[in-house]
């Protein structure tokens, strides 16, 4: 079994900072791509930042320039470090990863529970 696990959400002013972590565990063979997605009120879940195993990155337009993701693969953990924000970054955060979890099985899409994030003054 397969567990993802996100923290570091929270309550922040506009301008200001914050870091999710998501460390995944359990029965993993190996981890490919791992991003991290958004879900605000009434709207459908966008995709916020990617990154491969071997670091290369994709972003959302709308976050460029002001978050970074990254990962330790050894840790089998992504982080998403999140500057400027604005009150429309606000939203329930979720990391995924694209992983096998035995040498002959086919690559799964697993999914953390989500963490709030809330940019208000």
């Known amino acids: 079994q397969v567990q993802l696990v996100e923290s570091g959400g929270g309550l922040v002013q506009p301008g200001g900072s914050l870091r999710l972590s998501c460390a995944a565990s359990?029965?993993?063979?190996?981890?490919?791509?791992m991003g991290w997605y958004r879900q605000a009120p009434g709207k459908e879940r966008e995709l916020v930042a990617a990154?491969?195993?071997?670091?290369?990155?994709n972003y959302a337009d709308s976050v460029k320039g002001r978050f970074t993701i990254s990962r330790d693969n050894a840790k089998n953990t992504v982080y998403l470090q999140m500057n400027s924000l604005k009150p429309e970054d606000t939203a329930v955060y979720y990391c995924?990863?694209?992983?096998?979890?035995?040498?002959?099985?086919?690559?799964?899409?697993?999914w953390g529970q989500g963490t709030q994030v809330t940019v208000s003054s």
């Open positions: 995924n990863a694209d992983l096998r979890t035995g040498y002959l099985t086919v690559i799964e899409v697993y």
């Open positions: 990154i491969t195993r071997g670091g290369t990155t």
């Open positions: 359990g029965s993993i063979f190996s981890i490919n791509a």
